[in-house]
């Protein structure tokens, strides 16, 4: 693994490190009072000092990014920064064009309009398969969307496809801005270098 280092020896180096959520696991390094035995990214992540840059809630999947620098945590994680955070989604159902239309325009969630998305439909992509396995009607069909949105609201995409009537089975974090889960195995991380701050 690639390890940033910094221009002194008098502060830690920074680190930025991508890291695989897999299904189940929370966003965060103590169990706390709704852990409910769940595993946590202390199982995963060893790196002292690093904490996650956003969430990502347990039942979802895929890139959860982790830094040691304050600044750069607030701008990935704030959403006044825009940073672009790419979906691959499974829901329930085939949606027509009107309906994915009213993604990318924006939908009423708690008495404010989500800011449009980018939706477009995808093969199923070619990913690791989830532990458990989804659970899917015989009688319901199922596709697969990219979604790329621009900002960060407790369960958005779940709640932006629920409410065109398609149900989200599985969501996968692909990327948050430049950065990307591929080549990552679920469980695993990799370091990305980092320049020193100026």
């Known amino acids: 693994m690639v390890t940033a280092t910094n221009r002194t020896n008098s502060h830690p180096a920074r680190r930025l490190i991508l890291f695989n959520k897999p299904f189940g696991v929370l966003s965060q390094f103590t169990?706390?009072?709704?852990?409910?035995?769940?595993?946590?990214?202390?199982?995963?992540?060893?790196?002292?000092?690093?904490?996650?840059?956003?969430?990502?809630?347990?039942?979802?999947?895929?890139?959860?990014?982790?830094?040691?620098?304050?600044?750069?945590?607030?701008?990935i994680a704030d959403p006044r920064f825009k940073q672009p955070k790419?979906?691959?989604?499974?829901?329930?159902?085939?949606?027509?064009?009107?309906?994915?239309?009213?993604?990318?325009?924006?939908?009423?969630?708690?008495?404010?309009?989500?800011?449009?998305?980018?939706?477009?439909?995808?093969?199923?992509?070619?990913?690791?398969?989830?532990?458990?396995?989804?659970?899917f009607r015989k009688t319901v069909p199922d596709c697969w969307l990219r979604m790329t949105i621009r900002e960060g609201r407790n369960r958005q995409v779940r709640r932006m496809t629920a409410a065109i009537g398609h149900p989200t089975l599985r969501l996968v974090r692909w990327s948050v801005g430049d950065w990307s889960v591929a080549g990552i195995a679920p469980g695993d991380w990799r370091d990305v270098t980092l320049n020193p701050p100026a």
Do not use: C
């Open 31 to 75: 169990q706390g009072t709704a852990g409910e035995g769940a595993a946590t990214l202390s199982a995963f992540v060893t790196v002292p000092g690093v904490y996650p840059a956003g969430r990502l809630d347990k039942d979802s999947e895929g890139l959860l990014v982790l830094t040691n620098d304050g600044r750069l945590q607030a701008r």
């Open 86 to 135: 790419t979906y691959l989604v499974q829901i329930e159902g085939e949606p027509d064009e009107a309906s994915l239309d009213r993604l990318r325009q924006g939908i009423l969630i708690d008495d404010a309009v989500t800011k449009p998305a980018e939706v477009a439909w995808i093969d199923p992509p070619d990913i690791w398969p989830r532990h458990p396995p989804v659970r």
